[in-house]
Each structure stands twice: as structure tokens, then as C-alpha cells.
């Protein structure tokens, strides 16, 4: 007590967009395998600070995955890294980028449709054979395209809002026609599936799983996009429901009123 405080070194000075490839590199290596992005464990752990992991010579060098975990998040992180991937394309217009964006949009497509009916979000794209978990009855197998995958009854709202962030920021930063039309399309058999189901996802029992009937925030956000993708088809909606606007603020404001709420 008293004494000099410890002296800290000053990190190294990296480049972004060097920091940048090399998160890229290892996201497309170690934690998309099979589209969908998911958390690694390897055969040998790493000791080093994130830091380090950035540096060509930090000593940071994966090894060979042994299973991957973290499967219930797998929408909402595919969603975060899609959109930091249409950010990349934007400031670098990268090919790279656009392909990996194609990919990531892709994945979403497969997982609106893996469960047999078309905007039932399922949470991961998880074959069965390569990353088996145990079954039950919120967790079963499906035959998608000839392949057994793992299958979740219960989605979130979030794995939904990951979509959205992903797909739309695709569709709004990559002016590639193919993307913009593949990411429509992702954003329009969700929302097709929320309108048709008065704003509720199912389970297979018939009872509704979740329900987006009490965030008129989140109504708002998808009636918006689909209507930025398909004006004909979603506009009408939107201005049917434009109220909505006047009471959206109301649950994001009272968020505020509690700073530990999630």
C-alpha cells in the first residue's frame, strides 16, 4: 500500500486490418464446420493473452479440434460474424469477403429449412454422424438432404435477431446482386413464417416456443427490412402495423432503468 504502481508494457502496436485477417483466418478454419459458427476445443489448450494471438509470432497456433460446443448460439454468433463480414467487404471490397459472406448466407438459408418447414429457424447446422449429442425431447434428429441433423424445439428470439443483423447488414453493405437477392430471400421466409403464425414459433408439439407478439420492437425491425427487400410483398404490412413505432422505445428505455439486466 503506498508503493509505485506495477508497471505495465505497452502492448505491441498491430494493424487492424492485420488483426483483422488473422481472426478471419481462424474463424474460417477452426469454427465454421460445417457453415454454421460454433465455439472449438482443441487437443492442446493455449496459455497466451488474445494480444499474443494476434502477433505472426505470439505463439499462438491451434491444433487439431477434438469437438465443438456451443451449438444453442450458433444462429445468433453466425449472425454477428456475417455482419462484420459485409463491414470488411464495405471498407476493403475484399472477393475474399463476398465469398464468405455467400457462405454465411447460405448457412442461414439451410437453417431455415432444416426443420421440414420453411422460417422455422433451427439453431445450428449440426450433423448428427460428425457431432453427436444426446436426444431428447427438445433435442432431435431430422433428415435434411439426405443427412441426419441435430435439431433443437426451442429457438430464441435472438437466434432469430441474429439472422436479421446478419443478413441485413449483408444486403445493405455488398452491392452484389446475387447476395442482395440470396439475403432477401433469407429475410423473407422468416418473416413469411412470423406472419403466417400471428408472430409466434412453434413446437413440435404445437405449443408456441416464443413469441414476438410482446416486442413490438422486434416486429418493427423485420416488417422494416422485409420491406426493404421486397416492398410489394411486405410494405402493406408495415403500413398496417406503423404504429408500432410509437410504442417500440418503451422496452429498450426500461433496460436502462436496470444496468445489471441482461
Known sequence: SGGPAPQVQAPTAVGLDVAAARIQ?????????FGS???TRFAQPYAGTWEDSLQPNGGYAPNTPTSYTKWHDSSIWTGHYLAATAARHAVTQDPDALQDAHAAVDAFDT??????TPGLLNRAIQPYAQAPVGLNADTFLTRYQGVDYVCYDFVSRDAYMGVLLG??????LIPD??????AGRVIATALDYML????????RDGSVGVTWSTNPEQQLAW?????????ARFGPE?????????VAWISPWSITLDPARK
Open 111 to 116: 437453417m431455415l429449412h432444416i426443420r421440414g
Open 25 to 33: 483466418a481462424d474463424v474460417e478454419a477452426y469454427h465454421l464446420p
Open 196 to 203: 403466417a403464425n400471428d408472430w409466434n414459433a412453434y413446437k
Open 167 to 172: 443478413v441485413g447488414m449483408a444486403h445493405d
Open 238 to 246: 408495415l403500413d398496417r402495423l406503423h404504429n408500432l413505432s410509437q
Open 177 to 182: 446482386p446475387a447476395l442482395r437477392q440470396s
Open 37 to 39: 459458427l460454433t465455439s
Open 223 to 231: 416488417l422494416l427490412a422485409g420491406a426493404r427487400v421486397d416492398p
